[in-house]
């Protein structure tokens, strides 16, 4: 099927937290919340390739091992592929300002405090870190 917007977003674990990123008030999609970094997939590129783009773009950091796809979420016009990153080079940064207010490891217990881009993220992501212990 045909996406209009094709997404990868990593999920960087670390010690029992995931790093989310506080999108931008002026954001045109989503603005406010805490999303997964992230962006879209060129035409041509690979979801590994786009998540390598984007994670050295927005946090300044290299995956060291192939990053895991771990979930998909798709709706009529987008479809969303999440990798596992869980060893990375560099400290991360936020290297897009105008995109993420905010970076910052939660645990599953900061969840029910926390609006997300997508309804889903928080089961997600509270199973991933559940299967990591």
């Known amino acids: 099927m045909g996406y209009e917007h094709?997404?990868?977003?990593?999920?960087?674990y670390r010690g029992g937290a995931v790093l989310l990123g506080l999108?931008?008030?002026?954001r045109r999609w989503c603005p406010g919340?805490?999303?997964?970094?992230?962006?879209?997939?060129e035409p041509g590129e690979s979801t590994v390739v786009a998540l390598a783009r984007e994670l050295r773009e927005e946090l300044g950091i290299e995956a060291l091992v192939e990053p895991t796809v771990l979930f998909r979420i798709e709706s009529d016009d987008m479809a969303l592929?999440?990798?596992?990153?869980?060893?990375?080079a560099g400290r991360i940064t936020n290297r897009a300002p105008d995109?993420?207010?905010?970076?910052r490891f939660f645990?599953?217990?900061d969840?029910?405090?926390l609006a997300f881009a997508h309804p889903l993220y928080p089961s997600l992501l509270v199973d991933l870190i559940a299967a990591q212990r």
């Not at 919340?33 to 997939?41: A, F, K, R």
């Not at 995109?99 to 970076?103: K, M």
Request: proline letters at 5%; glycine letters at 8%; a negative charge.
């Open 81 to 88: 592929d999440a990798h596992l990153v869980a060893e990375w």
């Open 6 to 12: 094709r997404v990868v977003a990593g999920v960087l």
């Open 23 to 26: 999108r931008s008030a002026s």
């Open 111 to 113: 969840f029910p405090c």
């Open 99 to 103: 995109e993420h207010d905010d970076l």
């Open 107 to 109: 645990s599953a217990q």
């Open 33 to 41: 919340v805490w999303d997964l970094p992230g962006g879209h997939i």
